[in-house]
C-alpha cells in the first residue's frame, strides 16, 4: 500500500453550489407514442424476450412510452399468420411488426433418425424450406400493406449438439441457419432490418459446451430457450437497434460538476468530512431478473446497456460508503469511486427499488399477455374453423362436448381449455387490465432527485504508516527498530527478523499528534511467519495515573499471508491523557530457534469511529455461525469449532447487512455450573464484537443451546434437578456484566429455539428468570426472547402466546422467532421446490400468525433464522415476498446462514471462489425495516371476529359465499398477503365473485358497520 505519513483530514474544507443542465437523453429506436407488436410462435408467446424489451423502454424512456404487443402462438409457423393475419395479427392497430418464424416451419419431424432412409426426405426438407420462404414473403407483403414497420427477427437455435434428454433431431438447426439466409434475402428484397438471435445463440451455445457437453442456451427440450437465452436475445435486439448505454453519467470533480449525461446534477458540497450533491437521472437503472443473471456472464449486457456510472474525485486514500437519500447504498475504494463505479447493478438504491417496482408490473403485464395468448392458441389451433367468431356459448358447448366424451384433443391440453372456460368471459376485462397495467408502468417510472452522499467507510483514519520510504539510522516514518536486523523495505513492505527475545518498533509521537479523544482504534496488517501467537500494542501517555500500560492480543502463526488486527482503544481508561509514545512488540516474545523467520508489517493506522447507528428503523443482518458448531463439549477451537472472520465482516458490511446474530454455546462460555466464564472463549467472543463495533455491526449474542446443556457428556433439559433455571441465569448474569459496556450489543438472544421443555419448567418461567437476572446488572440492553416450539413462527398464537405476560422493567424486550419454507419448516429441504409444497407465499403466510401476535400486543419483534436452497430461483420469489412483508411491518431479521465452515451447504451465503450466492441479492434488498408501524400492514385477520362467519368453498375457483349473522350485502376489499388491495367490489346475495383473481391465498376485508372483519381464502 502506499501512502503518505500525515494526519489525515478527510477533504478540503471547501464547499460549492454548482448544477449542470441534463444533455438530452439518447433517442430511442421506439418513439413515443409507437405501439410494437411482436409476431411469432411459442418462444414470443412466452414472452419473456420481449417483455425485457418493454421493461427496457420503460426504464431507460421513463417520459416516451411505447406499447408492446404479444401475437405469438405456441406451434405456429408463417403459414399460420396467415391464416390468422386479419383477426389476430392486425387487429390491434400497432407501428411495428417484429417477426419471429422458423423453429416449426422446418419441420423437425423430418430430421428424425427413424425418417432419414425414407426415398423422399431430402425433398420434403428442401420443400420445408421453399414453403417457408413463399409463405413469410406473403407475410411480410400483408404488414406492409397494412402500413407496417416490419422488422424480421432470425430464428433461435435447435440445440442438436447438447447432451439433453430430449430425442435429438440432428439436422434442425442447420435448417436454422439456411432460414436465416432465406431472411437476409426477403429484408434485402423489402430493405427490412433484422435482428440475428441464431448467429449469437449458437455462438454461446458453443462456448458453454466446450467445457460441459450438458450445458445449454436453451432448454433440455432443444426448442426454448429460458430466462438467460431471452435476456441474450433481448441484449441482441438492443444491441441491433443501438440501444444507449448509460442509465446516467455523472462526474464531479474538484467539487464541481463535470459532466451529467442523462441527468442533472447540482448543490455539490464538499464539507466536514463528506462529500454531497444531488442527482436527477433522466432514467432508471434496469433490474435484471434473477433467473435471468447468467446471462451476464456471456453477453456484456451490464458494461453496454446499463450503466449508471458515477465518478468523484480527488479523494483521499481508503473506503468509503455511498448513502443515497440517507441509505448505504455501497462500500467502494478511493480508486474505486475516482475511476468511476456503476450504480445500475447495486440492488438497494432508492433507483433500483423503484425500478423494481416497474419490473413488477412489467412481469404483470407478461402474465395477462400469456392470458390473453391462450385463449387466441385455443380458438386458431384447437377450434374447428367454423366456430371463429361465434358466440361464447357455441364454443363452451363445443369445449363440454370433448370434456364429456373425454376427446384426446381435450384430455391433451386440459389445463389450456380449463383455463380458457375461466378467462374467456373475461377477455374484455383482461385486454383492460393490460390497458390499465401499460398506463401504470407510466406512472411508477418516473425518475426523482436523490441526494448523495460518500462518507469514508467504518471509521475515520487519523494517522497511517506505510513504510514506503527507506529505513535510515534503524528509523522509518519516525518508527524506531530496535533489535529486529536485518530490516528493510520493499514495495512498502517492513520485513523485520529478529534478533532477541523481545523485538519491537517504537514511535515516538510529537507533542499532541495523537489525541485519544480522537484515536480510538489501532490496526496493524502483519504477516507473521513465526511459531508465536500473542503480540503486544503499549502506550506511554501524560496521564499521572496510568504513565505506562499495553494490552496483548493473539495472531496467528505460521503465516502464509498478511492479516489485519484490532485493537480497540476506546474502552480502556488508560488510553487517555497526550499520548508520548506507542510501540508494538512483533512477537510478545520470541524464541531462539525463530530468530530466521520473518515478521512482515505492511501498515501501522490509528482510527477513530462515529457513534453506531440508531436502532430504528432495525437493521436486516445475517447469523455468523460456526462458534457453536460441533457436538464435543467444550471442544477445541478452529478443531471442533470456529469463530467468524474479519474479512467476513468486511463483506456482508459492504453488503449493507449491519446486524450479526453470533450463535455460541454455553458449555463453551462457562465450562462449569456457576463458574466463571472462560476468558479465552471470552476473549474470542470480545474480539469479534471489538472487530463489529469498529465497523459500526450490531451484533446479537446468541446462546444456541435449545434450552439445553451437556454436562459430563450427558445433556439435561433447564430444570432439570441437575439443570437449573439459577444455573442459566448465572450464565447469563456474567454475560451481561462483561458486554453491557459494549455500544454495539443489539440484544442477549436467552436461547435459540427453546422446544420440550419440561412441563414443571416451561420456557416462559425461563425467560422471565433471565431478564430479571440480566436487569440487575444491565438495564439498558434490549434482551431477545425467542419462541417455544423451535420459535416457530407459524405456531407462534398457540406455542408462545404465554410470552406476552413476561415483564422488564427497562421495556426493552424483542421477541425472536424462526421461519423456514420447506414443508415440515426445519430447514433442512430435503426435497425441492415443488416436492417441498412450497409457493410464493409460504414465508408470509407462515410468519402472519408472529406478526399479527406483535401488532396485537404492541410488541416488537425479530425473525433470528430464515434461508433458502440456492439451487432455484423459485426460493428466492418466496423469501422475497416474505422480507417485504415482515420489513414493511416493522420486523426485521437475519438470515442463515453465513460463517466460515459451510462449505457447499446449499443456504450458505458466503462467496464462493469471490462469486456472491445467489440468495445475496434478495437479501441485499431489505437492509432496514420500516420504522412507521402504528397500524398492522399486510394480514390482519382477527381471530375471534373471523370464527362468527364462513366462507365456502374454500378454495374457491369461481364464486365465494359468504355466510355471517345479519349481512346481506356490502362493500368488500380482498387484499395479497402482502397487504396490497387486488380487487374492491360489492356482495350481492352474500355472493363473491372471485373468477379474474389469480391462484394464491387472499385476505377478504368484510366493513360491517363499524366493524371489520377478516378471513383468508384460497383461490384456485
Known sequence: MKHKLLLLLLFTLSWGIFQTKAQSTPEPFFKEGERVNFVGNSITHGGYFHNYLLLFYATRFPNQKVVFYNSGIWGDNANSFLQRMDADILSKPADYAVVMAGMNDVNRSLYDPARQNEADIETKKARALTDYKGYYEQVIQKLLAANLKVILQKPTIYDETGTLPAPNMPGVNGALQKATVIIDELAQKYNLKTVDYYTILNTINAQLQATNPAATIVSNDRIHPGAPGHLVMAYQFLKETNAPRYVSKTVIENGAVKECANCTARDVNMAMGKVEFKVKANSLPYPVASDAAPALAWVPFIREFNEEFLQVSPLSPGKYTLLIDGTVASEFTHEQLQAGVNLATIQNTPQYKQALQ??????????????????????????????????????????????????????????LFDSYLVNKPQEQALEQQLTDLADQIYVLNKPVEHTYQILRSFQTQTHIWDFDSPIVNNTIQGWTIVNYSPATTENGILKLFGTRANNLIRYDAPVGSIDPAVSKVAVIRLKNETIHNKARFYWWSSNPTHDAAFIEFDISANDTDFKEYIIDLSRDPRWAGGIKIIRFDIPASLSASEYTKQISVDNVRLYTFPDMPDRTPAPFGVNLAGAEFGSNMPGVVNTDYTYPTIPELDYFKSKGLTLIRLPFKWERIQLTLGGALDQAELGRMKKFVEAARVRGIWVLLDMHNYGRRKINGTEYIIGAPELTIAHVADAWGKLAAEFKDYGNIWGYGLMNEPHDMLASTPWKNIAQALITKIREVDTQTTIVVAGDSWSSAARWQTASDNLKTLSDPSKKLVFEAHQYFDRDASGSYAGTYDTEGTTPTTGVERVTPFVAWLKQNNFKGFVGEYGVPDDDPRWLVTLDNMLNYLSVNCVNGTYWAAGPWWNTYKLAVEPRGGVDRPQLPTLQKYQFASNNCSTLTGI???????????????????????????????????????????????????????????????????????????????KE
Do not use: M
Not at 403485464?365 to 384447437?382: A, G
Not at 369461481?958 to 398477503?977: A, K, R
Not at 379474474?996 to 377478504?1004: E, M, N, Q, S
Open 358 to 415: 416497474v419490473q413488477g408490473q412489467t412481469s404483470l403485464y407478461r402474465t395477462v399477455q400469456i392470458k390473453v395468448r391462450d385463449l387466441k392458441r385455443v380458438e386458431f389451433s384447437y377450434l374447428p374453423r367454423d366456430l371463429l367468431g361465434k358466440p361464447y356459448s357455441e364454443i363452451e358447448a363445443y369445449i363440454n362436448q370433448l370434456i364429456s366424451t373425454n376427446d384426446v384433443k381435450y384430455t391433451a391440453n386440459k389445463a
Open 940 to 1018: 390482519k385477520e382477527d381471530l375471534e371476529a373471523s370464527k362468527k362467519y364462513v366462507l365456502f368453498p374454500n378454495p374457491s375457483r369461481h364464486e365465494l359465499f359468504l355466510d355471517t349473522p345479519n349481512f346481506n350485502g356490502g362493500q368488500v376489499t380482498i387484499t395479497d398477503l402482502l397487504g396490497r388491495t387486488v380487487l374492491n367490489g360489492t356482495v350481492k346475495e352474500r355472493t363473491i365473485d372471485v373468477k379474474a383473481l389469480p391462484a394464491g391465498t387472499y385476505l377478504l376485508v368484510v366493513v360491517k358497520k363499524e366493524q371489520r372483519l377478516y378471513k383468508r381464502f384460497i
